[in-house]
């Protein structure tokens, strides 16, 4: 995702789309650049249904005491026919130092009113929900760089799996790790440490670190997670799908596109590329050997074996071993 390039200072933004954060950023944007340019600008923010002709004729007028004006207008689906109208003729004529943002949901209501606004010239900043796991980790990694710091897609990835897909979370903790990351580089390490509660991302982490021959590594993140509260369980499931998931790329025929490989493995794209720096150094003997050492943890704890912990840390074991071999 990117950000903004465009002069936030046009006669109309239309701000499209259900996300909140992205819907208040492209609005909050307008406003920094007409205070940037008029310290003294005046702001008016005005819900769709509230708004009438001659209200928003007020609104829209040069100020005595202000060079710019910005008026933020929400639910813009809700507005009138004669404020409709109003706003169309703003945009096809606009007065200069006057700026309307105007907010829409998204959703088939005050469609047509969009139609109009488009081709009456108004700038169109979107606003829809990010849900695939690629654009969440684009999203990611770019509020890091945007709080000035750095994060690869590994970091960024473990990082949406503790989140969730909500922006505004993911925002605050990507400027937060930013901030408290050495040298601004956030890694997989500090993302832990600030999220070691999440059984999500204890799964992953134990997982990653196993088949990337990290042995160490994994049994001391497998002990932090079980202390934590992690159930064994979801470490075996994410050891397992791991294992799966780097046998069917050993598998897969040369010259597959990354998309289809994504969708044969089940996976999305961007994991690929993980999956394949994850496979140097194994051999399909290794991995079945490594995907029988987690089915046998796996019938250790879910038969009551007196120590979870051992089973797990002697199938992490050998899946360093078997990777070695």
């Given at each position: 995702m990117s950000r903004r390039t465009v002069d936030p200072l046009v006669p109309v933004t239309l701000v499209v789309g259900p996300e909140a954060l992205?819907?208040?950023?492209?609005?909050?944007?307008?406003v920094k650049a007409a205070r940037a340019a008029d310290p003294a600008a005046d702001v008016s923010d005005v819900p769709g249904a509230d708004l009438t002709p001659g209200g928003l004729a007020e609104h829209a007028s040069p100020s005595l005491f202000a060079t710019t004006r910005v008026v933020l207008i929400r639910d813009v689906q809700d507005v009138s026919d004669g404020v409709a109208d109003a706003l169309v003729a703003h945009a096809q004529a606009p007065v200069e130092g006057i700026h309307l943002v105007l907010v829409h949901p998204g959703g088939v209501k005050g469609k047509k009113l969009l139609?109009?606004?488009r081709k009456a010239g108004a700038h169109e900043v979107k606003a829809e929900r990010v849900t695939k796991p690629d654009d969440l980790v684009a999203f990611v990694r770019a509020e890091v760089r945007h709080a000035g710091g750095r994060i690869d897609e590994a970091g960024a990835r473990q990082l949406v799996d503790a989140v969730g897909g909500?922006?505004?979370?993911l925002a605050s903790s990507a400027s937060q790790l930013a901030s408290d990351a050495v040298d601004g580089?956030?890694?997989?390490?500090?993302?832990s440490t600030y999220f070691e509660g999440r059984a999500e991302v204890k799964g992953w982490v134990v997982a990653d670190r196993a088949v990337e021959g990290r042995t160490a590594d994994a049994v001391e993140q497998l002990r932090w997670a079980l202390q934590t509260g992690t159930d064994p369980v979801l470490v075996i499931g994410s050891l397992a799908t791991a294992l799966r998931a780097l046998a069917r790329l050993a598998g897969a025929p040369r010259g597959v596109r990354d998309a289809d490989l994504a969708r044969d493995i089940g996976v999305p794209p961007w994991k690929v590329r993980v999956l394949r720096g994850q496979l140097r150094g194994w051999t399909p003997a290794g991995l079945s050997t490594a995907i029988r050492a987690v089915a046998a943890a796996d019938l250790a704890v879910k038969g009551g074996a007196n120590d979870s912990t051992l089973a797990l840390t002697t199938a992490l074991v050998q899946i360093g071993q078997a990777r070695s071999t």
């Open positions: 992205l819907s208040e950023r492209a609005m909050g944007a307008v139609e109009r606004l909500d922006l505004r979370g580089t956030v890694d997989s390490q500090l993302v």
